[in-house]
């Protein structure tokens, strides 16, 4: 989610594609390598849409931004759409990748497996604390923020990774971006602001259990027969108890004064 002072049309600078057909190439993506490393030659757009969540019309719509149409009978060839769709993300070339702030969740992002085969190369780990200098994660020895612009230089890096703490997170963002980072990947639980030019995605899991909590809680009143939205052990007579009364207001009428109408209630004992 692109967020701070960037504001931008809602299609991708890429040949036109919209930003929210982007959005689903890597679940298109992600579908089409499982069915290849099942050896499946071709695949109907009816069956590539179920395993990626979306219905057909969407899927074939998609496709058309990237000039594949499938075959009329036959399907789309798995293997060039796995081709021509990581060739659109740019996932045919290597990206270099910095993460600052190895804490639990950086460390935890430094030893995930899926970067390389991707196509991201984590080619720095830093952190502000003198004491993780030097030390290894996931192979990789962590190193100081101060060397935070020659790192992004020396290895030619456009995508940076904050895993930082909030109050962190906004003073790590403009050096990476006065550095030359124009992609910004924030896992911390703040809004960046940023200059027209950088993308921000955000991934906030605080807000993505909030939200699971949200439809758990609907699951569970529709499980006791309340309506969706009550709480549950909420009953119907919450919708016919009669409102209290309001107490008895009784309006002194005085002379009007600079900024009064002159009609004052004044709240008297019912």
């Known amino acids: 989610m692109a967020t701070g002072r960037n504001h931008r049309p809602a ?7 919209p930003e929210a057909t982007v959005a689903r190439l890597p679940l298109y993506l992600r579908a089409l390598t499982a069915l ?7 695949v109907s757009s009816e069956e590539l849409a179920s395993a990626a969540g979306v219905n057909s019309a969407k899927l074939r719509k998609d496709f058309s931004y990237l000039g594949s149409y499938g075959t009329r009978g036959v399907g789309y060839d798995v293997e060039y759409l796995v081709y021509q769709i990581s060739r659109e993300l740019g ?5 270099p990748v910095v993460i600052v702030g190895i804490g639990n969740l950086g460390a935890a992002l430094a030893n995930y497996g899926g970067f390389a085969s991707r196509g991201f190369r984590v080619a720095a780990l830093i952190d502000a604390d003198p004491g ?19 790192i992004i230089s020396d290895n030619g890096v456009s995508i940076g990774v904050i895993a930082t703490p909030a109050g962190a997170a906004q003073q790590v963002c403009d050096r990476l971006v006065a550095a030359g980072i124009t992609s910004i990947l924030n896992f ?11 993308d921000v995605r955000k991934v906030d899991l605080s807000i993505e259990l909030q939200i699971l909590a949200f439809h758990e809680q609907r699951k569970a009143g529709e499980e006791l027969g309340a309506p969706p ?14 409102p209290a009364a309001p ?24």
Do not use: N, Y
């Open 247 to 270: 107490p008895a207001v009784a309006v002194t009428k005085r002379p009007p004064e600079s900024g009064t109408d002159g009609d004052l209630p004044a709240v008297m004992p019912a």
């Open 11 to 17: 299609t991708s600078r890429s040949r036109g594609i």
């Open 91 to 95: 996932l045919t070339q290597d990206w």
């Open 188 to 198: 911390a639980p703040t809004v960046l602001s940023v200059p027209e030019g950088v």
């Open 132 to 150: 993780l200098a030097g030390k290894p994660v996931a192979g990789i020895p962590v190193q100081h923020t101060d060397e935070l612009e020659k």
């Open 36 to 42: 290849s490393e099942r050896s499946v030659p071709t």
């Open 229 to 242: 939205g009550r709480r549950p052990g909420e009953g119907p007579e919450a919708d016919t108890a009669p």
